[in-house]
């Protein structure tokens, strides 16, 4: 297609859009361009921000019929710059952010441009709440279609295994929905697929009932007490109820209230114990919570809304980062060791190694239930490098890989869809999907929804 060509065809969708088309020349364009991981400075030949699904389906129609390149971004926090294309078309879901609450039949409908904090305002003024993450800016829509690991995993189990429908825009533009009862071999997909078969347009979730005050907040401790700590979280965790979860974070203070003063940007093992009930959860808790010195106890009551936008300050947009996740075995003293070895090493005072248990109602939903690779693992591990000078990228990007690669020996070998991080490979994607079995079920779906694969900006099935 010719520049002049391409121009005109951008005219022709801008006409048909209900919502706006952003372009290079508009002076909105590099805000509009820009997503959460700085790393990617991408520029797109337009931005479609659209206001519905008949929206969705026309800008579909045209990446199909120009061969544009077409990103998908919903809250635009994928880590490894999905959510942004050069030359080609963002279909920016920000503007759809609705969020519907039923609180007599405990379901949300929800738009798939809302954040985690869109959802949780919402259902939180019920005492409800959708499984989710840990950072309240994340998009609802990527988490969800990736699985969704968060505070209340254990106790609920994954965001999809709380997903009730998904309204879907297709590759031949259609708008279909699928559920238990419709395309029910789409739902599967869809359910730990990412975003391979579609532009997800609304969820429908099934409600849990949570808060609003739960237990949670961090515990600090020395980096030198963090063999002990480690060992002693690990051992409460393997016989604790599913109510009980916790985030160990090695990393630095950060440098700013409420953390202490005194403490900041000292090497450090955070110590997150969660638990829903105000009732028995400090007895629950107490192993963990009473465990050694911490250098400073914000743990106590704390309203849901409050816990899950806590972190959001230490995951800033326009930072660089470079992450990787993979699922551990267990948690031997002789991974321990090599986890506080690394937090030694860490190139970078903002970078974070994250381990978090699994088990829980996330195992007791059989293999083949959903498309979401991995439900056996106990632990899962989480290098995140964060740094904020261009010039330092491969100094941190090779800290990332070097130190991942030195877990090799206590890992599964299977990864979480969201968690592959920057560096995505053939292995790696099939680790996500849970072997060839299940991947080539994917692989059918993709043929069947997405034969020319336009929706692969994401942990990509090729058909």
């Given amino acids: 297609m010719t520049t002049i060509e391409h121009r005109e065809s951008l005219e022709v969708l801008a006409g048909r859009l209900h919502g706006e088309l952003v372009r290079p020349s508009d002076p909105t364009y590099d805000e509009a361009r820009r997503v959460w991981n700085g790393m990617f400075d991408r520029r797109p030949a337009a931005i479609a921000r659209v206001q519905g699904a008949v929206d969705v389906v026309t800008v579909v129609e045209h990446a199909r019929e120009t061969g544009a390149e077409l990103a998908v971004r919903g809250g635009g926090h994928s880590s490894a710059g999905y959510s942004t294309v050069d030359r080609g078309i963002v279909l920016d879901l920000s503007r759809m952010k609705g969020v519907w609450v039923d609180p007599r039949t405990k379901v949300a409908r929800v738009q798939a441009g809302a954040l985690w904090s869109d959802l949780d305002r919402e259902t939180?003024?019920?005492?409800?709440a959708v499984p989710g993450g840990q950072i309240s800016h994340t998009g609802v829509a990527g988490l969800t279609l990736g699985g969704g690991i968060g505070w209340l995993s254990r106790r609920h189990g994954l965001t999809i295994d709380s997903l009730l429908s998904v309204d879907l825009v297709t590759a031949d533009g259609r708008l279909v929905t699928a559920s238990e009862y419709e395309h029910p071999e789409l739902f599967w997909g869809l359910r730990g697929g990412s975003g391979n078969f579609g532009v997800a347009v609304s969820f429908e979730y099934r409600l849990h009932?949570?808060?609003p005050l739960v237990l949670g907040g961090p515990l600090f401790y020395a980096l030198d007490d963090a063999p002990a700590v480690l060992r002693n979280a690990r051992d409460v965790v393997a016989d604790a109820p599913d109510d009980v979860s916790l985030w160990l974070v090695l990393t630095h203070v950060p440098s700013h209230a409420p953390f202490p003063r005194e403490h900041w940007g000292?090497?450090?093992?955070?110590?997150?114990?969660?638990?829903?009930?105000?009732?028995?959860?400090?007895?629950l808790l107490e192993p963990i919570t009473a465990f050694g010195s911490p250098l400073a106890d914000l743990h106590g009551p704390i309203p849901y809304t409050a816990l899950q936008s806590a972190l959001d300050e230490l995951d800033p947009p326009g930072h660089r980062y470079w992450e990787r996740g993979d699922y551990l075995a267990g948690l031997s003293d002789s991974v321990i060791d090599a986890l506080v070895a690394g937090a030694r090493s860490m190139s970078s005072a903002l970078s974070e190694i994250l381990l978090f248990p699994m088990g829980g109602a996330i195992a007791r939903v059989p293999a083949d239930a959903t498309a979401f690779g991995d439900r056996s693992a106990p632990w899962a591990v989480w290098v995140a490098s964060q740094w904020t000078d261009p010039a330092e990228d491969g100094v941190h990007r090779d800290w990332t890989r070097g130190f991942s690669a030195s877990l090799a020996p206590w890992t599964t070998g299977a990864v979480y869809v969201n968690a592959i991080g920057g560096d995505v490979t053939e292995e790696r994607t099939l680790a996500a999907f849970g072997g060839p079995a299940k991947l080539e079920r994917l692989r059918a779906l993709k043929r069947t929804w997405d034969p020319e694969n336009l929706f692969h900006l994401n942990s990509n099935v090729v058909p």
């Fill in 209 to 211: 009932e949570v808060g």
């Fill in 266 to 283: 000292t090497p450090t093992l955070a110590v997150a114990p969660f638990c829903t009930d105000l009732d028995s959860g400090p007895a």
């Fill in 124 to 128: 939180q003024a019920y005492g409800l």
